[in-house]
């Protein structure tokens, strides 16, 4: 085991709990420092991948998970006038896909599962990170009430705008994928139980992702310009012209959530990292590589980071060889799944009548072998056991 003393963890989103978790099971002791008044996790709904669900087992909270949402094991892509272009029953890809699901949690339920694996004593809340200093031999993190706190290790899990990353991987951009999302739950049946379904058209694109027999969560992206953020209370005005016949229940979905509640973001993420760690730092979750959600696997990766970061550290005799073990692990698939992404991405914002019939005719063709590697590589690589 590495010889580490006090793990310092910036961030008590959903990477920073899951490592938090998986490191105080290693034998590690570790405070969690969240800016905000109370833990709470922004958004909607998450996607939990069979991949994330084996770390969640491990942390001791896949239990919460599973009895929160129903287990979606077909999945579909189709376009807005409803012709279904793509249709993968996850039974019929073979054996090894036997267990695989995605589970659509409600965000607080997933941040309050991972919550208790890590006891209050902890976590230290309205904690807001203003500067970390990285010696030799320790690392400190400045906080806003002018404390100072110090450690063997500093974990940056404060997402896509992180004060840490700049230390570890350098000065570098977010790049905007060129369009806006905005997310709901909506308290109806959804129309088609166990089926994970994308409808996509020119430009813009939604779904609508069962939780429970009577919870959807749903998702719109659209084309817009970077920063057009609308007032909550014009929202669900503009998403009904815009999606007026939309087919697959998506327009009901959207009338059925309150205006307050329907949350709009932009969609960013950062060009690929080279590398996640610096001495005594570490990137975890949207700190180290943060993706647009077009496959689903941001959560995902930041839950497999804890996993993998606590075994190295317990694994290894030194933090050096700890961090270098981890960094070997993650960089390849992350780095893979956040440019995969960005690629989808860039497709969806095509609106030509020729452009949209080519993304179309293009996804009707994808051979079935093709589509089970990429079904594999994302979904089922678990990182093991802690």
């Known amino acids: 085991?590495?010889?580490?003393?006090?793990?310092?963890?910036?961030?008590?989103?959903?990477?920073?709990?899951?490592?938090?978790?998986?490191?105080?099971?290693?034998?590690?002791?570790v405070v969690v420092f969240e800016q905000n008044h109370e833990l709470r996790e922004e958004g909607a709904g998450v996607g939990l991948w069979s991949n994330a669900m084996c770390s969640l087992d491990q942390?001791?909270?896949?239990?919460?998970?599973?009895?929160?949402?129903?287990?979606?094991?077909?999945?579909?892509?189709?376009n807005a006038h409803g012709k279904t272009l793509s249709l993968v029953n996850l039974d019929d890809l073979g054996p090894e896909f036997?267990?695989?699901?995605?589970?659509?949690?409600?965000?607080?339920?997933?941040?309050?599962?991972?919550?208790?694996?890590?006891?209050?004593s902890s976590i230290r809340t309205n904690a807001r990170a203003l500067g970390v200093e990285a010696m030799p031999d320790r690392v400190q993190l400045h906080l806003h009430d002018g404390s100072i706190e110090e450690g063997d290790l500093l974990v940056g899990a404060d997402g896509l705008y992180s004060i840490v990353r700049p230390l570890v991987a350098g000065p570098d951009s977010v790049r905007y994928s060129g369009q806006t999302c905005f997310r709901g739950i909506a308290q109806i049946r959804p129309d088609e139980p166990g089926v994970l379904r994308e409808v996509q058209g020119a430009g813009q694109r939604?779904?609508?992702?069962?939780?429970?027999?009577?919870?959807?969560?749903?998702?719109?992206?659209?084309?817009a310009p970077c920063g057009a953020i609308?007032?909550?209370?014009?929202?669900?005005?503009?998403?009904?012209?815009?999606?007026?016949?939309?087919?697959?229940?998506?327009?009901?979905?959207?009338?059925?959530?309150?205006?307050?509640?329907?949350l709009q973001n932009d969609l960013f993420d950062r060009p690929p990292a080279i590398t996640y760690t610096r001495g005594r730092l570490v990137l975890v979750g949207d700190a180290a590589h943060p993706t647009t959600p077009n496959l689903g696997q941001g959560a995902n990766m930041a839950i497999d980071d804890g996993i993998v970061l606590a075994r190295c550290l317990r694994n290894s005799p030194t933090i050096e060889g700890a961090l270098q073990e981890y960094q070997r692990e993650r960089l390849p698939r992350t780095r893979m799944v956040v440019q995969r992404s960005w690629s989808y991405g860039r497709m969806c914002v095509w609106k030509s009548p020729f452009a949209v019939w080519l993304r179309e005719t293009s996804v009707r063709l994808t051979p079935g072998a093709v589509l089970k590697r990429m079904l594999s590589e994302q979904i089922l690589e678990s990182v093991g056991t802690l």
């Not at 590495?2 to 899951?18: D, E, F, H, S, T």
């Not at 942390?59 to 189709?78: D, E, F, N, V």
């Not at 939604?206 to 084309?223: F, I, K, R």
């Open 1 to 29: 085991m590495a010889q580490v003393g006090r793990i310092l963890i910036v961030g008590g989103g959903i990477g920073g709990l899951a490592t938090a978790g998986a490191l105080l099971l290693a034998g590690f002791d």
């Open 206 to 223: 939604g779904s609508v992702c069962p939780v429970d027999d009577q919870t959807a969560y749903w998702w719109t992206a659209l084309n």
């Open 59 to 78: 942390l001791g909270a896949g239990h919460m998970i599973r009895k929160s949402c129903t287990p979606l094991r077909t999945l579909a892509g189709s």
């Open 98 to 120: 036997a267990s695989a699901a995605c589970s659509v949690v409600l965000r607080p339920v997933l941040l309050a599962a991972l919550a208790e694996r890590v006891p209050q």
């Open 230 to 262: 609308l007032p909550p209370e014009d929202r669900k005005t503009f998403l009904l012209e815009r999606y007026k016949g939309w087919p697959y229940g998506l327009e009901a979905a959207i009338a059925s959530t309150p205006s307050a509640s329907i």
